[in-house]
């Protein structure tokens, strides 16, 4: 069975790292939480961690190359 938190949250620490090679983009993170949370691939614990980093990356403007 695939893993979508550990997808979604690779995607999330490479923003909070300041990588600066991402392997997809925020918007994609973000639409992936709610996509897997919709479809109840992830729990809602798991969808509210990921939802409030990814807010904090937008807050903090992480993710304007």
Same mark, same amino acid.
């Given at each position: 069975?695939? =893993?979508?938190?550990?997808?979604?949250?690779?995607? @999330?620490?490479?923003?909070?790292?300041?990588?600066?090679?991402?392997?997809?983009?925020?918007? /994609?993170?973000? =639409?992936? @939480?709610?996509?897997? /949370?919709? /479809?109840?691939?992830?729990?809602?614990?798991?969808?509210?961690? !990921?939802? =409030?980093?990814?807010?904090?990356? *937008? =807050?903090?403007? !992480? *993710? @304007?190359?």
């Amino acid at each position: 069975m695939k =893993d979508y938190y550990s997808e979604i949250n690779k995607v @999330v620490t490479e923003y909070e790292n300041h990588k600066s090679y991402h392997t997809r983009n925020i918007e /994609w993170a973000a =639409d992936r @939480v709610t996509w897997a /949370w919709k /479809w109840k691939k992830i729990t809602k614990e798991q969808m509210e961690e !990921l939802a =409030d980093r990814i807010a904090a990356i *937008f =807050d903090e403007n !992480l *993710f @304007v190359d």
